[in-house]
Every structure is written in C-alpha cells, then in structure tokens.
C-alpha cells in the first residue's frame, strides 16, 4: 500500500517528456498519456469473466460477445476489431499477432502465430541503399515493401475454428455500428494523428482519413467515424477471416505497396499461401512457477531466459526499493538481450537454440557474469549449434495486449501489432497497412555471417510480442498478461512478473512499478516514476537512468485468485481497462 501511494504520487508528476534516443535506428519515443487512464479497483471488481484491453469501447465490445454466450476467443475477435477502429495507432486487422489460449477443461496451452509472412519477391537486401548501406529507418517504414501477409485476422479464424461459440458473423456488431455511427475520439488517438513525430501521421493516406468533413484533423473528444471500415468488418463478417487476404480487397492492398516510394511485392499467390501456425506454447518451470509464451519467432524464450538468470540472483528478498534489485534487473535485461538479439528468428529458417538458451548451467554462466556494480557491455553467449551473426532489436511501438476470460474459464491472452505509430502509414478500405517487415535485420550479413533474422521469402520477422501465461505449482492458471513496447516488451513483461511472484505484488502494483529497459550500453528508464533516492542509489551502483523508453508500455492482465476470483488490471500509461461481466 506504500509502494501504491508512492508510485500514484509519481504518477500524479508526471510531465510530458519529448524524449528522442542517440541511437540512429529508434524513432521518437511515445509520449506519455498526460491523464492517468482510468483504473480500476481490484477489490470492487472481481467477477468470473472479464476484459482488459487498451480502451474502453474494445473492453465494451469483448464484453458484449461474453454476454450473448461468447467464448473467449469469440471476444478476442471483437476486442480486436474494435481496436483496429479507436486505437488504430496499435494494432490493425492489417497487422498480426501472437495469442495464448487457455482451455481451462483440458489445461490445454495452445500457441497461435498470427505473424505476418515476407512475399515470395522479398529479398536479403531489400532494406539496403543501393550503396549497401541500411535504409533510414522512415525510410523503410513507409515504403510498399514494409507490407507483410497480414496475419492477424487468419489467425483468430484458426483460433474461432477451435475455440468458438459464437458464429463468426456475430463478432462484429459492435464494431460495425461505432465505425458508422462514430466515436469519441481517444486522447491518444488524437494525439498521434495530430502528427508532428511520426512521418506515418504526415501519409496521403493518414491525412485523409482522419481529416473531418470542415477540413480538420480528428480531436480528442470529438466524434468521428470510419465508415469504409465499417464495410469492411461487413465483409469479414460474412467472407471469414481470410476476406483481406482475397480480392477484392487483396487486390487493393496489392496495388497499395505497390505504389511508390519503395513498391512492394506482395502477389494473390502470397496471400493464399499464408497460414497462421498453431501449435504448443513454450512452457519453462522458473521462479516456482510454469511460465508459457509462444515459441519463436515471438522472443518468448528470452523472457523465459531472464526470468530464469533473475532466479538465480536475490532480488526476491530485496525487494522493489533496493538499487540493487533494479541492477540485477538492468543486468539481466542486457544479458538476454544479448542473446535475444543474436539467437532468435523464423525457426522454419534457422535452427533456435531453444535448450541451449535454457539450459541451467548456461544460465547460471550467465547469471554469474551479474557483479554488484553494471558491468561492461555484455556479447551474447554461445549454446550449441548456431552460425549466424547478431542484429540489434531496439524497435518501437504501434502495439497492444489484450487479455480475455469467458464463463467457462477459458482464456486469450494476446497481443496485436500493426508494428509503427498507423504502421506504414498506407490506408486500404479503412485499415492501416503494417511495416512488420521492417522487424527483419537489414543487413543480411554481419561479420561475414547471414544474419538469423534476414528477410528471405515467405519468412515471418523476429518479434518481441510476448503474451504470457503463468501457472503455480499445482498447475492452477495464475496470470495472463503482455504488453507492447517493441523490444521493450520482454522487459515490460519480465518487471510485471517479478512484481508478482518474487516481490509479491498485486498484479496493478507490479504494472505501476517504473519501467527500466537495459540493452547493450544503455539502461534506459521511467526516470519520473523511480524515486529519486532509487536513482540515485543506481547512479552509485553505474547506472545513469535516461529518459526514453518506458512510457510506451500497455501491460495488461488478470490475476486469477485461488477462490475463483479474477482481479485485473490496467497500464496507466496507456486510456485502458479492466471490467468484469455484469459489472
Ligand atoms: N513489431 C514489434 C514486434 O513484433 C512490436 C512493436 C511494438 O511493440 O510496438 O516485436
């Protein structure tokens, strides 16, 4: 409760931050949200099914399928329909994803890969200038050739085929009707759509759909609609989940990428080869509990891996006020990413040490290397069996995570990336087009080496997304929850987990707790959400904390009591919330 009243102080000072990092690669970070989002009590509102999502109408949609009936799944639908609508910054039906699904009957964990495929055309230099250097980051964003099969929508068909209730032309309604009848516009939508950080809001396409009809941009607050999205969810309703990646409307979006400047090469034939992929979660016993996440290309393992080398340290006993848990914390964070960075990729394209990653004495090799002050900068270790060269992942953010619980006790944990602030910047049928292919190494060799994560044909990009499931040691479901944050999200996600079972926090304490994102020379950090004498005691211990990372996290979650309870929560940082069924 101190740490509670602590940290809402921090809140209540937040300013806003413009905050723009050295490194050539990152674009400009997400301003904070000026108001605190709305939250909501835990204790009020426990309740057996629920939403949590990154804005009230989605959460609103999710419940709407729960109540008629819906299966978790049948909300995730509606959820992620909505969003595409009010936080079309985050996540697109466009873009793709990675879910966990929970059958409580069963205690089955099944992994869904809703990521978005290069085209056949794709090749290794395709972010490369013709002097072989990489591509300006915008550059490359808002090029046709940032495009990539889009997943998500595919994705949560595989998932309705197994897992709904509900018919899927009953998943759309609420959707439908607020694009056509209109919305209030979200503060951080309009925030963003007002331009002036990222080139995407500055696209022909972006200008025309959030110009109003006196010749506007859109305003927080105001009422707008998006009625040629409206007709589209009409035609996925009725078409299936794989409408966008048909023509006419794969037609339009071929002709989109197509066009200048960077053209694409998306064909019909990429989009009738894309599959979404199904299969077992990646699931490791760590901190006296079972933590799931999707296996690669998600960077699951590497959260597994840091929660695995944290393990090892005493930051449980230390606690949330001790500098040195927050440098085993920074330190750990660098050491995955290390690891995260040069290790992980498509697996259908190269082999991912997964075992070797987490193999025990690895790990403790690993977590040796963390000394009582920050060390230099850590290089990746060497599992066995891998000949490719590292690439950096030091992406940023156009992502949101949901989590839903129906009736039964099923549960979606899923998180949604349409990758950049509206993605390419390219609009088809109401929709933002992705830049996922832009989470591909540009370079193609490094160090005379092929870089694991190149882009090749029919490759799906590295990805940071990392919905997470935790179960106790009677194998009793305990949380399900992510964030976005590029690749922040593994850290995002690993300081909420460590809130929760080593420092034994409630969950919205564990989310509130300041972010730090430690990646090779830089420890980055929330620096208005750390208490001063915190800093100060890392500053002693090597770590100058920079603004400039954090505040784009959006961690959502449920906590499931062992009574049955559910107690939920929301990021501050982002407008979301938790609401239970009949609340
Ligand atoms: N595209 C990134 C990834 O898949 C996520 C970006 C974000 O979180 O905004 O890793």
């Known amino acids: 409760m101190i740490l509670r009243s602590l940290f809402l102080a921090v809140i209540s000072l937040l300013v806003l931050t413009a905050c723009r990092t050295e490194s050539p690669e990152e674009p400009v970070i997400e301003e904070p949200v000026a108001a605190a989002a709305e939250t909501i009590e835990s204790a009020d509102d426990l309740g057996r099914a629920g939403v949590a999502a990154a804005h009230p109408l989605a959460v609103e949609a999710g419940l709407a399928v729960l109540e008629r009936g819906g299966s978790a799944v049948d909300a995730a639908v509606a959820v992620q329909a909505m969003l595409g609508l009010v936080e079309p910054q985050s996540s697109s039906i466009g873009g793709g994803a990675f879910l966990l699904h929970y059958q409580a009957d069963s205690g089955r964990v099944t992994a869904f890969d809703g990521r978005e495929t290069a085209p056949a055309g794709a090749t290794a230099d395709m972010f490369l200038d013709p002097d072989g ?44 009707a607020a694009a056509e009848d209109g919305f209030s516009v979200p503060q951080r939508l309009a925030r963003f759509a007002a331009g002036n950080r990222w080139p995407q809001a500055d696209q022909p396409d972006t200008v025309a759909l959030f110009t109003t009809a006196e010749g506007q941009i859109i305003s927080a607050g105001e009422t707008w609609a998006n009625p040629a999205f409206a007709e589209t969810l009409r035609a996925m309703a009725k078409g299936g ?47 006296a509990h079972r933590v799931c996440v999707p296996p690669p290309p998600s960077s699951g393992v590497a959260l597994l891996q840091m929660l695995a080398i944290l393990e090892q340290t005493d930051i449980a006993e230390r606690g949330p006020e001790d500098p040195i848990a927050w440098l085993q914390f920074a330190e750990a964070s660098r050491l995955m990413y290390a690891d995260r960075d040069q290790f992980v990729a498509d697996p259908a394209f190269v082999e991912i040490p997964i075992d070797g990653l987490l193999e025990p004495d690895y790990i403790a090799e690993r977590a040796a290397l963390i000394g009582d002050r920050a060390g230099d900068m850590p290089s990746a270790g060497s599992p066995p069996g891998f000949e490719f060269s590292s690439e950096d ?39 933002f087009l992705n830049n996922q292919l832009t989470d591909f190494s540009f370079r193609p060799l490094m160090d005379g080496l092929p870089a694991a994560n190149a882009v090749a044909p029919g490759k799906r990009p590295r990805s940071s997304m990392t919905p997470t499931l935790i179960f106790d040691a009677d194998d009793r479901l305990v949380a399900a929850l992510g964030s976005p944050g590029g690749s922040a999200i593994l850290v995002y996600n690993a300081k909420t987990i460590v809130g929760l079972l080593a420092w034994g926090l409630p969950l919205q304490e564990a989310i509130d707790l300041p972010n730090l994102f430690a990646w090779r020379e830089n420890f980055f950090g929330e620096v208005n959400r750390f208490p001063e004498d915190l800093l100060a005691g890392l500053a002693e211990l090597g770590i100058e904390v920079r ?21 939920g929560a929301a990021d501050p940082r982002r407008e979301g919330v938790w609401r239970v069924l009949g609340d």
């Open 133 to 176: 250097e990489p591509l300006g980051w915008f550059e490359a964003i808002i090029g046709g050739r940032s495009t990539g099969v889009p997943g998500v929508m595919p994705m949560l068909g595989a998932a309705h085929e197994r897992y709904g209730r509900l018919e899927w032309d009953d998943l759309f309604n609420e959707t439908i």
């Open 241 to 287: 989940p794989r409408t966008l990646l048909e023509p006419p409307i794969s037609t339009r979006i071929i002709e989109r990428t197509a066009a200048l400047p960077l053209p694409g090469t998306l064909r019909q034939a990429d989009f009738d080869a894309y599959r979404p992929g199904v299969g077992d979660a990646l699931c490791r016993q760590v901190m």
């Open 393 to 431: 992942g030091f992406r940023a953010t156009g992502t949101t995570h949901f989590v839903v619980v129906d009736a039964q006790g099923d549960v979606v944990s899923m998180t949604s990336s349409v990758e950049s602030i509206f993605g390419s910047g390219r609009v088809v049928d109401g929709f």
């Open 547 to 567: 603004a400039g990372r954090g505040e784009e996290s959006g961690l959502h979650g449920v906590f499931f009591h062992a009574d049955g309870r559910l107690e």
